[in-house]
Nanobody, 117 residues
Framework: VQLQASGGGLVQAGGSLRLSCAASGSIFSIATMGWYRQALGKQRELVADITSGSNTNYADSVKGRFTISRDNAKSTVYLQMNSLKAEDTAVYYC????????????WGQGTLVTVSS
């Protein structure tokens, strides 16, 4: 399984970006897909995730600004990021996991998001 993240870049505060993560292999439809981020000098943290049934969960810091969604036909998960703040600057990572039955935990390479103030 490979996860290919894209869409990062430099944006001004208040702007928007959309991250995409395309998954290879056949596990996408049964996976909980997540976006995590790691800022310089900080631990990696969950930004948002979406279950195979499309239930979503968000970090308090991004609620109301970020939206996670998935397209099972394209094996792709998205993170729409609006009203970006300087503190959203981080490397964003895509994750695919399943914690019951046939378990797995895969990570993609990061994509850098830089928000200038």
């Amino acid at each position: 399984v490979q996860l290919q993240a894209s869409g990062g870049g430099l944006v001004q505060a208040g702007g928007s970006l959309r991250l995409s993560c395309a998954a290879s292999g056949s596990i996408f439809s049964i996976a909980t897909m997540g976006w995590y981020r790691q800022a310089l000098g900080k631990q990696r943290e969950l930004v948002a995730d979406i279950t195979s049934g499309s239930n979503t969960n968000y970090a308090d810091s991004v609620k109301g600004r970020f939206t996670i969604s998935r397209d099972n036909a394209k094996s792709t998960v998205y993170l729409q990021m609006n009203s970006l703040k300087a503190e959203d600057t981080a490397v964003y990572y895509c994750n695919a996991r399943k914690i019951s039955g046939f378990r797995f935990d895969y990570w993609g390479q990061g994509t850098l998001v830089t928000v200038s103030s």
